[in-house]
């Protein structure tokens, strides 16, 4: 039997790639493609925005057709919105949306204790490969003579909201976790002196129609590690949501990353 799927945020960058990529893969079904009522092609085909053709699925905001899993790339109150559609139709949720409030977080792992929920914020299996050596890097050079500076640089398309990315905040995290640093900055201005070891810098680029690129620098004193991963289009993300969306459908309630679905 086909995974049944549903869409939040449809129309969008990401929600058109998942419905052109999912309208063609055998198993699992497309059964409803949400947008929010004052989005201007509410109740056109989604198929025909994807550029797919006509599909006989309508932008809606409500269905009563039964999904296995909602897949949501919107905005935070969007992605509110799928929380409440996962819960109230006992699916799973994979969660992609980054910029997210910590309220929208609370409400994503109080949903975890009643559905399985897959949350990342990249849904790319080589920057969850990445992520995965960066933790080797971290662990390898958190006493290494001299200190280790680490340093995320993060390139974007001009029409992005949020800032860092999702993916840049989740690398330092697990880098700090790893060398023990609790600072986290943004960008440098002014005189602020000579650099300390234990902080992250984050710089954010947002030019043109980038698909994301992250790069991840281990700076030492002699010697300079860099760590980059590079979209080329958006189908890394969503063909990982939908694989992601086939893991979950029927998994017990719980917390799941791409990891788990990687088998990373
Ligand atoms: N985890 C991952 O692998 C990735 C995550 N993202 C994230 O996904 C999100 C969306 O990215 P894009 O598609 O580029 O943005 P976008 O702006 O092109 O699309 C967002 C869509 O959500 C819709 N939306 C707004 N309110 C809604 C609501 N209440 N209910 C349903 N839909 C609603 C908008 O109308 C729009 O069509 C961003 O937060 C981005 O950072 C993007 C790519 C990969
Ligand atoms: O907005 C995007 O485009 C992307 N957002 C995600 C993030 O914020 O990490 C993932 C990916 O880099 C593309």
Known sequence: MPTKVAINGAAGRMGQRLVALGCQDESLELVACFEYSGHPKFGQDAGNIAGVGELGLHLIDHTDEAYDAIIDFSVPEGAHAAVERAVAAKAALVM????????????????????????????STTVNLTMKLCEIAAE???DVPGGADVEILERHHRFKEDSPSGTALR?????????????????????PGARPHDEIAYHAIRTGDNPGEHTIIFGLLGETMELTVRASNRDCYASGALQAAKFAAGKPPGLYNMNDVLGL
Do not use: C, D, Q, Y
């Not at 910590?102 to 990342?120: L, S, T």
């Open 140 to 142: 390898a050079l958190k």
């Open 171 to 191: 690398f330092g995290e697990l880098i700090a976790n790893k060398m023990g640093i609790t600072r986290h900055i943004h960008g440098r201005e002014g005189r």
């Open 96 to 123: 992609a949306t980054t910029g997210l409030e910590e309220e929208h977080k609370a409400k994503i792992r109080e949903a975890a204790n009643v559905i399985p929920v897959v949350w990342a914020p990249s849904m």
